[in-house]
């Protein structure tokens, strides 16, 4: 599967043109940030955590992102609450494991969560991927080489069993379903001096899923966008703090030709 | 009544110096960029809230600003409590209605809140001021030039039943009490694409009225404040990440002069 | 006891280096920003405040900073359990009483968190320092000339009762253990605009507390990397917004030199 600039361009359009509601179930460390890009890039966040009010804000949602970085036991009832309904209304949901495999609280969280949840795509580095299936939790922390090869293959089961695409971000992004794995290699090491920019990247994966109809081309462009965003934010940016901004600014203008003009597929 | 930009100005300088304390009992999202706001401005900003302390927080406060965008039980608790202290104290008390008509849990919270609470000044734009009385709640969502009249009206109800003053932001603020109406006409579109300025305004309604006596006037200096800043701030910047900041830089700085230039009230 | 900038930036480079983790149990207002300035000096923050999980947490965490600025009675029994299980792991613990004196709520959780946490490192201004000891929480809110020698009166008998260094932070800092009383002089007026950079500063000194043994020399360079990069930042900023940008951007470049150009420390 070949993702093109033109195909890129003409989501961020449609989001532009729609505004889905992205309902954000996330840690307290990103909102901010998470609900700022979405608004840049066109999309309407909303945030809601109490098990009163979810399933009414799932209704009248696009997309659901459901962010474990923050965890606790009322949220944890609300996270399940909510994607239940997400899936029962048909809309795509988005599972970021954050510190999965750092703990058990977290890696029984996210395990529970693509169990009984099904979550359409699920997006993490190497070693949260890593931690969600089997024993491969032992491996936490660590992203060398081998790893990688490691966490596609884990990928690729969860994909398999779970008929979902999942996304492993690092230096080369991997967007992985039952039968494709695609490579983006957009992006810039400043990046993760910035805290939450993987929360964003999910919660973008939503914006993106909302308005299109494969989930694994819809990650395949988010993960571009991020990436490419990034990338002409770093470009001009003196550190992270102008990184952060930049980045906002960017993906809030991001023309058709931005795309092309940096977009770096692998497949 | 006008309000001219000597009279706005007088009451930032009141607020520079007295740097009155606003207590906000507020959502996860905009708790840092509304506390950044208020120190602009020149402001304290405190936020507690755990319902063993909020009763001494208020103690210590000259406005109390409370803000149900991510609301659970805990914290409506405190909310109650907090505006009770505040009314028997008898310093303002700010209500944000976020997101109320979004779901019932909200505007049954809301409308408690006012019912109970008796707020000083309530601040939303037209979906949620008209999801605050009777069955207007169906109409969420949507801010056409019908609503904007549905909303006006229902502002002047609840300014009417609840004695306070009702302020609906938007392309024109308006400021509604029994009496009067009053439009101001500042902002900038680009501002909708910064997360919480809605919330930011209604901080900063806190801080006008813990130096004003008149709620009404209160808001209005608020609401033209905001927008100026805004409409500054938009005219130096490439997109939402560089509004946030210049925001804050023009609020800081802000002058008499600045606010001659560009104030546009509509009686 | 000299601090120089060799010594200041030869912590830096150990942080960049070793990139220890830093575990935050903070307030609701800064996560994000504290996030953005640890990784912004080299460290990684990791956030976590369920029971379930802080113990695995500081299990792999290199120093453990405790801040009360949003308290609630689940957070606090984490904040206890985690410092029990840093103690135990040997880990520095830094606390920041953001508040003590305020609310009797704030004043007896610091204080209970001292009594039984034993903590490494206590940063704080004058008014949350006198907060800790005796009845000085009577003198709250006000910092005079007379409260900064009250002030360093009771820090330095919170040091001598708990072998902690204390940190008094203001336009001097004073870093206090039982024997030595150092003064830094680095810093800006327009830092206190930006909600927030004390308890940077606090996670800051985990970060230093981190890589070097002497907890004082720790809290000492800490404090002299936040004036210095907030004193060279406010220089090029036009307002509290930039401010805030620019500061990670230093955070991020800091070198020997600059270090260098701008410490005043006195002895």
Redesign the interface.
């Known amino acids: 599967m070949i993702i093109n600039a033109a195909q890129i361009y003409k989501s961020i359009e449609a989001i532009r043109m729609q505004a889905p509601v992205v309902h954000n179930i996330t840690?307290?460390?990103?909102?901010?940030?998470t609900?700022?890009a979405l608004?840049?890039i066109g999309a309407s966040?909303?945030?809601?955590?109490?098990e009163?009010?979810v399933a009414?804000?799932v209704n009248?949602a696009q997309a659901l992102v459901i962010n474990i970085?923050?965890?606790?036991?009322?949220w944890i009832s609300s996270m399940f609450k909510a994607v239940h309904c997400a899936r029962k209304k048909g809309i795509p949901v988005i599972l970021d494991p954050v510190?999965a495999g750092?703990?058990?609280?977290?890696t029984r969280t996210a395990r529970e969560l693509i169990d009984r949840g099904q979550p359409t795509i699920i997006r993490g580095n190497a070693s949260e991927i890593m931690a969600l299936y089997d024993d491969r939790s032992k491996t936490k922390?660590v992203d060398s080489a081998t790893d990688s090869d490691v966490a596609i293959a884990t990928a690729q089961k969860l994909a398999q069993t779970h008929k979902c695409v999942v996304c492993i971000s690092g230096a080369t992004d991997y967007i992985i379903d039952e039968e494709k794995i695609l490579g983006i290699k957009n992006g810039h090491p400043l990046m993760?001096?910035?805290?939450?920019l993987g929360c964003t990247a999910s919660a973008l994966c939503g914006a993106f899923a909302a308005v299109e109809k494969s989930p694994f081309a819809a990650t395949a462009k988010a993960m571009a966008v991020m990436g490419i965003a990034g990338e002409m934010a770093a470009a001009t940016?003196?550190?992270?703090?102008?990184l952060?901004?930049?980045?906002?600014?960017?993906?809030?203008?991001l023309t058709e030709d931005d795309i092309n003009k940096h977009l770096k597929i692998e497949d």
């Not at 966040?45 to 109490?50: K, L, Q, R, S």
């Not at 970085?69 to 009322?74: C, D, I, N, V």
């Not at 940016?237 to 102008?242: A, E, F, K, Q, T």
């Not at 952060?244 to 203008?253: E, M, V």
């Open positions: 840690n307290y460390v990103v909102m901010n940030s609900a700022n608004l840049a966040p909303v945030m809601a955590h109490a009163e009010e009414e804000m009248i970085g923050t965890l606790s036991e009322l510190g750092a703990t058990a609280y977290r922390g993760t001096k910035v805290t939450g940016s003196s550190g992270p703090g102008s952060q901004l930049n980045f906002l600014d960017i993906l809030y203008r």
